[in-house]
């Protein structure tokens, strides 16, 4: 047999294999990595050993992949240590009124609400309609004159035809127009006491009445009136 052939084969196989080698360990693993190395040098040709070039590579390849592996699992450590603060925090939250982003606002019998809103410019006229659970219309609330800003309009619970509403959940509306009929944007927003805290999914949700707000959605947190907490 011609020995010449034979290590060309073999340096072919050898290298055909490395590259097959290092492609698998990038979805195997550092031990696999490891595994697969060992293999390589255990059935290199004596006659032809592997370049020492491409050795070097190989091994600078599976020193990154060892550093990548220890910095992913450092990283989910204090992804998991991070979570668990937030979590501790997000307790005191409770007992607490939070303030946030969301048309919805809970009526309680025989009290009046503020339904609160900013308007990003001046409005010449500017009407709040009300919706309740199911989507039916309970009332609008006609306002004029209204400067740039947060406003806060109250509603005494009664439909429009006077008569009061149940007690529940509803949902307002903010239409407003500037000085020239021009349409001007209003953010709502929602408030309500912290009665609990949910985890879920990784996420951290704080209970107002019947709704689950996540912490990244609050933008303001306030002591309770001692009338809220009456």
Known sequence: MDLNALSTVNTTGTKT???QQG?????????AFLRLLISQLQHQDPLNPADSTEFTAQLAQFSSLEQLSNIHAA?????LYQASI???QSVSFIGREIEFQ?????????????LEFEL????RQASVSLYDASGRFVRDLALEGLAAGRQTVTWDGRDRNGSPVPAGLYR????????KGEAVAATPYARGRVSGVLFENGITYLTVGPRQVAVGEV??????SLEALR
């Open 219 to 224: 933008t303001r947190i306030t002591q309770p």
């Open 75 to 79: 990283l989910a450590e204090l992804k």
């Open 172 to 179: 307002f509306e903010v239409q407003a127009q500037g000085p």
């Open 23 to 31: 492609a698998a360990a990038k979805e195997m693993g550092k031990d």
């Open 17 to 19: 294999s490395a590259a």
């Open 120 to 123: 990003q410019g001046a409005a």
């Open 102 to 114: 969301g048309n919805q606002v809970e009526l309680e019998a025989g009290r009046p609400v503020g």
């Open 86 to 88: 937030n979590n501790a």
